[in-house]
């Protein structure tokens, strides 16, 4: 091991200065998501709002973090702008290996810069640099531009907002190295609140190894289990786009605001089309063989005669639902455009995209007007929505800005809050019925990530309640300890809690390994009891009726069932949340 | 002797698992820099990825230019490195033309050694432990078509 302890660096912009802290608590969070609980009760304030300068922005890493395959994400966690409550977000790139390489366990910001700034950090360096200059870039010169400003090419983790971010919206993204990005629950308002358009993190440190054959041996073991599993089929071959005609398959595909869960013209966004004929190169995160990240092509001819530009897009199943069947947009390239520029704007795709099909409804129901929309949004037009992913990332009137709080903050001022596709926050990828919209309804980050509510639904076809609660609170509690170390999910079949312990006990955090139990739940625990404290009330989540006419391949969606599952679910929430 | 070349480059997914395993397996560390070869952008993400890594010179600049002997000529090509005998004094870093050295910050140097052990951990094939002369050490396995 590095360390028995944490070490954080803190940065305060307002002062403009960094203070490096010891903490104890290794044995008992470990890191990851536990370590960021540890430090919003630490600098964090449950009863200040998200944006009160002093609210920390959180990021941290875990004790296995670089020392073995897909140990490569980063746990961001802060005061959502959405919710005003206690909020994580993940995202990996070179983000994880550029903190641990910088030699922290986690970096904590406090304060707001005075003008808009950029934090560049390493194990040997730290500076606060004044880019004023840079206020209202989008995503893709921002990331140009600190490229060429900050040293460390190749190992080093550029974090960025765009103009989105700046201007607070709740949907707004921090983007990861271009492809990635801790995306949803507002973290890029987050930075924008702080004066902060980028973090800059070079990885330019090293340590040794555990003496023996033991790490080294595993290693091996862990490496090849990784890569000799279907992982590397499911995620690199097609990658998680694979879904899309699966969920169309079996009626599950959230498409035109989810008002079907099929569409016909499907084909022309299934994960195949997108390989066969828009995927350019598969990349990945640091430390991770699997390369899961694909990237598409935007070709655009700007000027007669054939004049083209072209940049490259990466995709994967969410933004495909988002951009694609929940819009009726059923062509992979025009697809990636709507992509690419809630790429720029710094918006979370899953969020945008949900907003616009809301719009779009609200819009043929008459609640809305293109005086508000200010083009004709209509289902399976892309260039209406192209524009308007614009007008919503730059907040251009009154709707927009509203809209890019989040769509039932429009839906409760407009109306048509009965088919705003909201669970917690706008809905994920998966129409698959009752416990999915349960867990993303309820869930920690509300997302289709807390737990595997879409599987739950696929295998089971009875309708027990105390079953179904118990999935997803011992789901929730696993991927916690997943989080905490902090692995990528997609390797939750191989790192399950045997091989934690072995990979922990060879680094020599022998007391983590062996009480693996008490720490996931303390630290599932621990995230609801700061979720509660900042205001979350299980109970009192609205699922709206949209949720309760969805039809899918098991039939229509059981409202008493799904009243039962929020019921009990939420009761098993407050039962974890509660103070002692 | 057989030189570690990367011919196939365009298929890289930035992962870093080979300077990784060569900074485990060879060099001891947990690290990124700490390796014979070492991974970098070129110009962005979005332009794909270079590695850095000795090209194993017959005759090798910065053994020439090794005023202790801790950096010696090797069969076929590259440098056998005797760490005990080095002074920090960074002119084989210096000497590279390509930049394939590293020096950490107590001026400590690092460098391929040619021993092909990065090699299986590579997901897309793109390192080749060749024997000098081979196509692949002459670089590139696609043909041209001509203009």
């Known amino acids: 091991m590095i360390r028995d302890h944490f070490r954080v660096l803190r940065v305060d912009l307002a002062d403009g200065r960094g203070e490096v802290v010891t903490l104890e608590g290794r044995d008992t969070v470990a890191g990851g998501s536990g370590l960021a609980a540890l430090l919003f009760e ?93 206020q209202g870039l989008d995503l893709q010169i921002t990331g140009k531009m600190l490229r060429r400003m900050f040293p460390g090419s190749g190992h080093r983790s550029i974090l960025r907002i765009g103009p989105a971010g700046e201007r607070g919206s709740a949907i707004a993204c921090i983007n990861a ?106 990349t990945a995160c640091s430390g991770c063989p699997i390369g899961c990240i694909h990237v598409g092509f935007v070709r655009e001819k ?84 192209k524009q308007a992913l614009g007008l919503l990332g730059q907040g251009e009137n009154d709707f927009y800005r509203l809209l890019g709080q989040g769509v039932l903050k429009a839906a409760k001022q407009y109306g048509g809050e009965d088919f705003a596709c909201v669970l917690g926050q706008e809905m994920a990828g998966y129409a698959t019925g009752e416990v999915f919209f349960t867990s993303q309804a309820l869930g920690f980050r509300h997302s289709h990530l807390d737990a595997g509510g879409y599987s739950y639904d696929q295998k089971h076809q009875d309708k027990d309640v105390e079953k179904a609660v118990g999935f997803l609170v011992q789901d929730e509690k696993e991927r916690v300890l997943l989080t905490s170390m902090v692995s990528c999910l997609f390797a939750r079949e191989v790192y399950k809690r045997e091989v934690l312990a072995e990979c922990l006990g060879s680094l020599g955090y022998k007391t983590l390994a062996d009480n693996l139990e008490a720490l996931s739940r303390r630290v599932q625990e621990q995230r609801w009891k700061i979720r509660v404290a900042t205001g979350f009330n299980p109970s009192a989540v609205e699922i709206p009726k949209r949720f309760t006419e969805v039809i899918t391949w098991k039939g229509k969606v ?15 929430i407050m039962e974890m949340g509660r103070r002692d | ?16 698992s ?24 070129s110009g962005g993400l979005s332009t794909g990825f270079e590695a850095n890594l000795c090209l194993a010179c017959d005759p090798a600049p910065c053994a020439e230019a090794c005023p202790t002997g801790a950096f010696s000529q090797r069969k076929g090509g590259g440098v056998i490195v005797r760490k005990k005998l080095c002074i ?3 002119e084989c870093d210096k000497a590279c033309p390509v930049d394939a050295i590293y020096l950490d910050f107590t001026g400590e140097p690092f460098v391929c050694i040619h021993c092909g052990r990065c090699v299986p951990f590579c997901p897309h094939d793109c390192l080749e432990l060749k024997s000098a002369g081979s196509a692949a050490a002459a670089g590139g396995e696609e043909e041209e078509t001509g203009s």
């Open chain 1, 558 to 572: 059981d409202g008493d069932y799904l009243t039962a599952l929020q019921s009990g679910y939420a009761k098993r």
């Open chain 1, 42 to 134: 630490k600098y964090g304030h449950v009863d200040k709002p998200w944006s009160d300068p002093e609210q920390p922005l959180i990021f941290a890493i875990g004790p296995l973090t670089g020392y073995f395959p897909l140990m490569s994400k980063t746990v961001c966690a802060f005061k959502s702008p959405y919710h005003d409550q206690y909020a994580e977000s993940h995202a990996g790139g070179r983000s994880a290996l550029s903190l641990r390489f910088a030699d922290y366990d986690g970096l904590v910001i406090t304060g707001k810069a005075r003008r808009l700034s950029v934090v560049s950090l390493g194990s040997r360096r730290l500076e606060i640099k004044d880019v004023h200059y840079m």
């Open chain 2, 1 to 16: 002797m057989k030189t570690l070349t990367a011919p196939r480059m365009e298929r890289c997914i930035g992962c870093h």
């Open chain 1, 177 to 282: 190295d271009t492809y990635r990005h801790f995306g949803r629950l507002g973290s890029g308002a987050v930075m924008g609140a702080k004066n902060l358009k980028g973090i800059v993190i070079q990885g330019d440190g090293s340590f040794d190894l555990p003496e023996g054959k033991t790490y080294a041996a595993l290693f091996q073991d862990v490496y090849k289990k990784l890569t000799d599993t279907d992982m590397m089929d499911k995620y690199h071959n097609l990658g998680t786009p694979v879904n899309v005609l699966v969920l169309n398959g079996i009626k599950s595909l959230p498409c035109r605001n989810l008002q079907q869960t099929h569409d016909e013209a499907v084909e022309g966004i299934s994960g195949e089309k997108f390989a066969e004929e828009t995927l350019m190169r598969n």
């Open chain 1, 302 to 385: 700007f000027m007669e005669p054939n004049q083209y530009l072209y940049r490259q897009v990466s995709y994967d199943h969410e933004p495909i639902f988002a951009a694609g069947s929940m819009l009726g947009v059923t062509n992979a390239f025009k697809v990636l455009s709507l992509i690419d520029v809630t790429e720029k704007m710094g918006l979370d795709v899953m969020s945008a995209g949900v907003a616009l099909a809301w719009a779009t409804e609200a819009l043929e129901k008459g609640l809305i007007s293109e005086r508000e929309t200010l083009v004709p949004l209509k289902f399976g037009e892309p260039e209406m929505y």
């Open chain 2, 18 to 41: 080979c300077s990784l395993a060569c900074a485990r397996l060879v060099h001891k560390n947990l690290s990124w820099d700490k390796a014979g070869i070492r991974i970098k952008s």
């Open chain 2, 88 to 90: 920090r004094c960074g």
